[in-house]
């Protein structure tokens, strides 16, 4: 039987947790994929800090979907170091958590890339190589990487996702798919990316997007077919998480804002998605 879970990426709420969590489950919503508490990126909280948050969210009845970490929104011609250090703090974040699942991405091109008129191609095999470091830690330490496309990334577009999926090839890395991310990117994500990636998906982030003025919208408002999604997903038996990240009144490079109303308009405009689908699924 497929059942989707809810869950939503708090910070789009407010920045602090508690409120967060009070617009979650004012909206049935009962996981959190953590990105940010009380201004700070999950990367960036202490032991203390988790510790803090863990306690909140077990007090309140919460569990958390996966971490949501900017691991790889950063030039590929920085140290390997810097992510590897990243890295580390994302499955300390994730232990702490109790979830095994951490978003990453597979890097920018540095800013002098297009003056010296070098293309993806010139650094593949260096995004190839550090991702497949990424999942030799994440393996040893249980946890399961989700790459998740993006715009200017290498992973963009669904032909450069699927070939670091078939270059790394480790069952530490699955793939995150957000339709939304993809319609900016112009690709029509159940035409174009769905075919590509829908085997190796494992998580899918819930926000939808318009071709015409590159607008993000609530589910089943945009281009990015989020009914043919769900109903692809459940016709799978797809039993994972359905996370908001709706961006409804910023979209940012590093994350985004809806605030307590645009969460619930998000959140309804899933739920009414889901009640149409033409094959039942539990919603959890």
Known sequence: MTHFILSAFGDEIDEDLATQLNVLEA?????????????????????????????ILDTRGFKVSAIGSPIGKSPIDLPREYELERLQRAIRAAHAMDTTLVRVFSFYKPEKANSLGRSWDYYREEIMERIGEWTVQAARAGITLLHENESDIYGDVPERCLDIHRVVNSAALRNAFDPANYVLCGVKPMVDAWPLLGDLTVHVHVKDARFADQSVRPAGEGDGDVPGLLTALAERGYQGFLTLEPHLKFAGQYGGLSGPDGMQVAANALRKVIAQLPVKVTVL
Do not use: F, M, T
């Not at 909206?27 to 948050?53: C, F, K, S, T, Y």
């Open 27 to 55: 909206n049935h919503i009962h996981h959190l994929e953590l990105r940010a508490a009380w201004g700070l990126n999950v990367l960036d909280l202490d032991a203390a800090q988790l510790a803090r948050a863990k306690e």
